[in-house]
């Protein structure tokens, strides 16, 4: 046999009840009937509780005696049949005449004791029972309703009473006998002590009554229906990818449900526990979803970690003071203190060397707990052997739960780094010796960055998610979100990697969604945006959104995104960038993105600063990193220069091709950049600089492949017009080149610390001779690779290639 029992929701109206009178049914062609607790209509509980204190304040409280009628009718109306509904009418009737008369009591004395709100409150349940008990009837036969008034005795503690439980066995064991075999309901939450006056028992006092009832009759289970679809693996209004768990211990469940919204309160566990009776948690909204199993044995081992669990508000309490170090009895003098108090204590910490004791608190106990300790611990005060109890507010508490964690090692190494490389700071840490809850205090502004980071951290299945804010949307940040939408389900699904565009902003507009940005038609939603592009703005705002594994992506050409980067970093957030004015102006500021990136635990990664998607930064970090030297690199890295010498050919002119070479995407949005040479030096003092070299950009010594009118044009279109006029120039180049079966190339040299970038005309003997398209090609010579370098080579330019780039290293941040 088993107890089913039904939260607020799941009696909350006309469409709940209808569904729970269908799992009935489909419980009872299982064979045995089982036993109902209900609770109060969704609401009708606070409703009650406002009644009484509004009588209690001589208000008129007529308004809601109406409303908790209607409720009631409205459910009678439409859920019994015509010749079925006066008796109700008549017996709820009743029971609201007689509530009216206890709530004129109240109004009259101007008084509500504790004896009569739980009297006020009792109607909730006895209403809802019987009214439900009814509507069954006429799908399942006759219905048994019982008042657990009548056989739930407990002390006089109104409100939170405690339960007598050896005559309240008896009396249920009494009850069930004489009515075995009917389907039977039981109120939830309401009992009665010695004199037969009602009490409550408090929080959570339906689950109560269902295991109280449970454990009497030794039940097979006791299932709890609500309206979620069980316990989750965290708290699901802050993390989206929260989902429900199969099974937990006991244990387990206890320390899970701190949750925000409770779906069991845990004292209420222990007569289940003890019996050793499992309590299922199941969805009366989704019958069909098997719900949470809690038992003696987690049997579920996919997971160390079950779930996390947190607590939204919380204060500290910080004692310090040589007094405490080697005094025994101290800490107990100090807790006895708060218990005596009531004051709950919801984690303690003591540093080995005890000259510190740190414990968390209700944010509502803090004062009156610091108070007391001044109090109690006067004298030592005075002789200055503790210093003054100091508050701290403005906290939460993240945990991690399993009983699984116990004696894994790594554990509390995840859940650290995650919370590191977010920049959540850890005030303080508890770890009980049975290993199978570690919980720590944050900012309670950091706690929903924490739990998602925490989360992903722990549930493979989803490796990361990355929440990513774009700065420019012309050809490089466009196609990137193009790739980022193509590949989305494939990286998620293969890979366990969600990529969130969080924020954009173009120099016009920006737009941030917490919950990820269309891809499909984000040109739309950034046009339509009420905001217009402010970095400062867009920064604060990244800020404050405050996510885990935030990344900042700067496809831009511009120096302003640069200014940016090292709040960026010190704010704990990564950057991926393709723009490569950062790395290639002051060696100090290169310096400096580098060391601050590495001090916060963030990544910083720039691929494509050079050949675009090729491996090459990459490439050379490795070599670098494994204890190789640069010996020499030459390299051809303007994909636009490539391009217009493998393709000067023929009747052309040098005009159209440079022209082309827009076109394609290749150049930089100011080609002169290309042309005069600056996009490859920058390359080139990048590749210096993490080769080892502290150089500056004018020590690169550049070559012009250009004219000098060409150099000194104004603008773009001059610089074009300029092309047009100097076309014999490049003819000729052309024609020399080709005199000495030879081709024209802009080579870049790295040797001894020296760079330079010149035109040279190579023959076919040449490693670079062989080149097309946008072809970069790079050959680093080094003291492993001394013999024959090392050499990469392909397309270095294209939005394509350079997305990709971008790309790749977005998925990387964290990875390393
Ligand atoms: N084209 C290529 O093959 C490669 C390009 N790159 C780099 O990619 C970067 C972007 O190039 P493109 O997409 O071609 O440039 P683009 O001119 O097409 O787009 C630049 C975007 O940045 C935005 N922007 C500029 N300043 C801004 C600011 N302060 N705040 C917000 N947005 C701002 C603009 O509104 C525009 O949407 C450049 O730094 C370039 O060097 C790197 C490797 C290869
Ligand atoms: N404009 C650049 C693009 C890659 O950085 C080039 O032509 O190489
Ligand atoms: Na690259």
């Not at 607020?8 to 299982?30: C, D, M, N, R, Y």
């Not at 550049?702 to 610089?719: H, K, N």
Request: glycine share 8%; hydrophobic share 40%.
């Amino acid at each position: 046999m088993k107890i089913l029992k039904f939260g607020g929701t799941s009696v909350g109206s006309v469409k709940s009840i209808s569904t729970l009178i269908e799992i009935l049914k489909h419980e009872a062609a299982s064979g045995e009937n089982p036993v109902v607790v209900l609770s109060a209509m969704g609401g009708v509980t606070n409703l009650l509780s406002t009644m009484a204190n509004k009588a209690a304040a001589g208000e008129d409280f007529s308004g809601y005696v109406s409303e908790l009628e209607n409720r009631h009718f409205d459910v009678i109306k439409a859920l019994l049949e015509v010749h079925q509904q006066n008796p109700v009418f008549t017996r709820l009737k009743i029971l609201f005449n007689e509530l009216e008369d206890i709530l004129q009591g109240i109004s009259s004395l101007r008084e509500i004791t504790a004896r009569t709100h739980d009297l006020v409150l009792s109607y909730g349940e006895r209403c809802s029972t019987f009214l439900v008990s009814k509507i069954a009837e006429q799908h399942l036969g006759p219905t048994v309703y019982g008042n657990a008034a009548d056989f739930i005795k407990t002390d006089s503690s109104f409100g939170q009473a405690k339960v007598n439980k050896e005559l309240t066995d008896l009396l249920i064991r009494e009850f069930y006998e004489q009515n075995k075999g009917k389907l039977i309901f039981v109120t939830g939450f309401i009992a009665s002590n010695d004199e037969g006056r009602i009490t409550t028992l408090g929080r959570g006092g339906s689950d109560y009554t269902a295991a109280i009832f449970g454990a009497a009759l030794d039940v097979e289970a006791i299932e709890i229906w609500t309206d979620v679809n069980g316990m989750m693996t965290a708290d699901p209004r802050m993390v989206k990818k929260a989902f429900p768990l199969k099974d937990l211990s006991y244990t387990e469940a206890m320390e899970l449900s701190y949750f925000g919204a409770k779906v069991i309160y845990p004292p209420t566990m222990i007569p289940a526990f003890m019996k050793k009776i499992p309590i299922v948690i199941r969805n009366t909204f989704e019958p069909s979803f098997p719900g949470t199993v809690i038992s003696h044995e987690s049997n579920e081992t996919e997971h160390s970690v079950k779930g996390i669990s947190s607590i939204n508000e919380i204060s500290i309490i910080d004692l310090q003071g040589s007094g405490m170090v080697g005094k025994a009895g101290f800490s107990g003098r100090l807790f006895s203190l708060l218990a005596r108090e009531q004051i709950n204590v919801i984690l303690i910490t003591q540093s080995s060397s005890e000259h510190s004791i740190t414990f968390a608190v209700n944010p509502a106990d803090a004062v009156k707990g610091k108070l007391l300790i001044e109090q109690e611990f006067e004298l030592e005060l005075e002789a200055r052997k503790i210093e003054k109890p100091e508050i701290e507010e403005g906290l939460s508490i993240l945990a991690i739960v399993g009983e699984n964690m116990r004696s894994t090692p790594g554990i509390s190494g995840t859940l650290f780094h995650a919370l590191g490389r977010n920049g959540v700071n850890v005030r303080a840490i508890a770890q009980g010796s049975s290993e199978y809850n570690i919980s720590v205090i944050i900012s309670r502004v950091d706690l929903a960055k924490a739990l998602n980071a925490v989360h992903d951290a722990f549930y493979t299945d989803l490796k990361k998610t990355l929440n990513v804010f774009c700065l420019g949307t012309g050809n490089i940040g466009k196609t990137l979100f193009k790739q980022l939408r193509d590949h989305s389900d494939f990286l998620q699904r293969q890979n366990g990697i969600l990529v969130k565009v969080v924020g954009i902003s173009n120099t016009r507009k920006m737009v941030f969604d917490t919950a990820g940005l269309p891809l499909e038609n984000w040109l739309e939603v950034l046009e339509e945006s009420t905001e217009d592009a402010d970095l400062d703005v867009f920064i604060s705002r990244m800020k404050e959104m405050n996510l885990p594994n935030a990344v900042f992506v700067d496809n831009t050409a511009s120096p302003v995104p640069v200014e940016f980067y090292s709040e960026v970093f010190r704010s704990n957030i990564s950057v991926v960038t393709c723009n490569k004015i950062g790395n290639s102006s002051s060696y100090q500021q290169y310096r400096g993105f580098k060391d601050l990136a590495r001090k916060h635990g963030v990544d910083f990664y720039y691929e494509t600063n050079v050949g675009a998607g090729l491996p090459i930064i990459r490439t050379l970090k490795d070599l670098m990193m494994s204890g190789d030297r640069v010996i020499r690199i030459e390299a051809i890295l303007s994909g636009t220069i490539s391009f217009i010498f493998n393709n000067f050919k023929g009747e052309t002119s040098f005009h159209d091709i440079v022209k082309l070479a827009q076109e394609k995407g290749y150049t930089e949005p100011d080609p002169r950049d290309d042309l005069r040479g600056t996009d490859f030096m920058r390359k080139m003092l990048i590749l210096a600089r993490d080769a080892g070299y502290t150089l500056e950009p004018e020590d690169v010594k550049i070559d012009s492949m250009l004219p000098q009118a060409c150099l000194d044009a104004d603008s773009v279109d001059e610089f074009y017009d300029e092309l047009k006029k100097n076309n014999d120039y490049f003819e000729v180049l052309k024609a020399n080149a080709a005199s000495g079966g030879k081709v024209l190339r802009y080579i870049g040299k790295l040797e001894n610390g020296d760079v330079s970038i010149a035109l040279e005309m190579v023959d076919e003997a040449h490693p670079f001779y062989m080149l097309s398209g946008s072809d970069n090609i790079i050959s680093f010579t080094t003291e492993r690779y001394k013999e024959r370098p090392l050499v990469v080579k392909g397309p270095g330019a294209g939005a394509e290639v350079t997305a990709a780039g971008v790309f790749a290293d977005i998925v990387n941040v964290g990875t390393f």
